[in-house]
């Protein structure tokens, strides 16, 4: 009776603080009426089902009962509470969503056909060198940066009845072959990670995560600072590791599986490498102004070295909301902030970072929201831009020398012809300024 006692009095007090399960729910207060007591809410069920709801998510102790209950599911039967979890070969844990994107299942519940999404990306991608026109109008450059889901670098640890769906067609991929089509600067992480797997010295995925695992970020972050060395000419400096420190003492994103299961006991695990990382040769590197839009696959990125290599840096989180090395600018939603056009403009790099599965919303709308930040005489400026391209290649001289220089500055025939369009329409404003002078 006592026992009983005490979990009724945790359950009207929390007295004993308690872990709160995965995903958090806020626990509903004793004595909240959400559906008030009327004959017509007696009758359907609801004011019972209500008071049913209060009591189950107050009954004292409940995260302890709840993950008691999971841990017997999971050992004596291999059952995991959380649907949205799968355990895979050696212990591996697979977020559902990722499998589902691996296998095409998210790809035809959004296109319906192959065709259709390849369409799709098309558009996009002809919208992305609209914006990079844009961009470089205001001194900005751009860079894709395509990130692999845990699935589609390890799909041998999936599950066997998963493992036979895994689709033949790959959006990552094929967005990669239009961004090289097509002149856009890039980086091809889905195809880098699938080939460094059995040479990188620590697994690129933890067994508990979901996202890149933290022993990659020096090499990612190096990587992308490397690319834009290219691109734009900046000098950046390097990344050193100094030391692996590897423990079981895993961080958040790479133990994120293991909380979402929620199991009395530690989910077996090995070390991990959370290595200690600084910025070498700083002195006289430049420090540019950063704008990430992109998924949970930049915000390891963001709690490393990376971004000091910048003189400031902002995180459009789904294009939604704003993280940023300015407080006044953190944690705030696009919609309500003032100031997104001035952070574009004042941007000199522009970085989208995807996962393959958030490619089939393209950006988060980026592209367009971006477009409206510019006034039309901008617009106007893309199109003529794209108007003497197209001039340029109806002339094969001119175009076989687009071809030359291209191959001599070792970029793309696409991003080449691109510049000398851009350069051609600069030249022919300044002479029409020129001639409107009194």
């Known amino acids: 009776?006592?026992?009983?006692?005490?979990?009724?009095?945790?359950?009207?007090?929390?007295?004993?603080?308690?872990?709160?399960?995965?995903?958090?729910?806020?626990?509903?207060?004793?004595?909240?009426?959400?559906?008030?007591?009327?004959?017509?809410?007696?009758?359907?069920?609801?004011?019972?089902?209500?008071?049913?709801?209060?009591?189950?998510?107050?009954?004292?102790?409940?995260?302890?009962?709840?993950r008691c209950h999971n841990q017997v599911a999971y050992n004596c039967f291999g059952i995991i509470a959380n649907p949205n979890v799968v355990e895979g070969k050696h212990h591996e844990l697979f977020l559902k969503g990722n499998i589902n994107d691996v296998a095409g299942k998210l790809l035809l519940d959004k296109y319906g056909t192959v065709d259709d999404a390849k369409a799709d990306a098309q558009k996009n991608v002809g919208q992305t060198l609209t914006l990079i026109d844009s961009l470089r109008r205001h001194g900005t450059r751009f860079l894709f940066v395509l990130c692999p889901t845990k699935p589609a670098v390890y799909p041998e640890y999936m599950p066997d009845a998963y493992k036979d769906s895994i689709s033949d067609f790959a959006l990552a991929e094929y967005y990669a072959q239009l961004f090289e089509e097509n002149g856009i600067p890039y980086i091809d992480f889905y195809t880098c990670f699938k080939t460094l797997k059995d040479r990188f010295p620590y697994p690129l995925y933890t067994r508990t995560g979901s996202h890149w695992a933290e022993a990659t970020i020096p090499f990612v972050a190096d990587s992308i600072l490397r690319k834009l060395e290219a691109i734009t000419g900046y000098r950046f400096p390097n990344i050193e590791v100094v030391d692996p420190n590897l423990s079981r003492n895993y961080s958040d994103q790479d133990g994120e599986l293991e909380t979402h299961i929620d199991l009395l006991l530690p989910y077996c695990k090995p070390k991990a490498s959370r290595p200690v990382a600084t910025l070498r040769d700083t002195i006289g590197k430049d420090r540019p102004n950063l704008l990430?839009?992109?998924?949970?696959?930049?915000?390891?990125?963001?709690?490393?070295?990376?971004?000091?290599?910048?003189?400031?840096?902002?995180?459009?989180?789904?294009?939604?909301?704003?993280?940023?090395?300015?407080?006044?600018?953190?944690?705030?939603?696009?919609?309500?902030l003032m100031g997104t056009a001035e952070t574009l403009k004042q941007a000199d790099i522009v970085i989208a970072l995807y996962t393959s599965n958030y490619l089939l919303n393209y950006m988060s709308g980026f592209t367009q929201s971006a477009l409206q930040l510019y006034s039309n005489g901008d617009i106007q400026e893309q199109e003529a831009i794209r108007s003497i391209m197209e001039s340029i290649k109806n002339d094969p001289n001119w175009f076989k020398a687009i071809q030359e220089q291209a191959q001599e500055r070792g970029i793309s025939v696409e991003e080449n012809l691109r510049l000398n369009a851009a350069y051609v329409f600069q030249m022919q404003k300044n002479e029409q300024d020129n001639n409107n002078q009194p």
């Open 1 to 66: 009776m006592v026992l009983l006692a005490f979990i009724a009095l945790q359950g009207f007090t929390h007295v004993v603080p308690t872990r709160p399960l995965s995903p958090y729910t806020d626990k509903v207060k004793v004595g909240k009426q959400e559906v008030d007591l009327t004959w017509a809410t007696y009758i359907d069920g609801s004011y019972q089902e209500c008071l049913e709801q209060k009591a189950r998510k107050n009954t004292g102790f409940r995260e302890f009962f709840s």
């Open 292 to 336: 990430v839009v992109g998924d949970g696959y930049f915000t390891p990125l963001q709690g490393s070295c990376f971004v000091n290599a910048f003189n400031r840096w902002d995180f459009w989180f789904y294009n939604k909301t704003s993280i940023s090395s300015r407080p006044e600018l953190n944690w705030r939603y696009l919609d309500q």
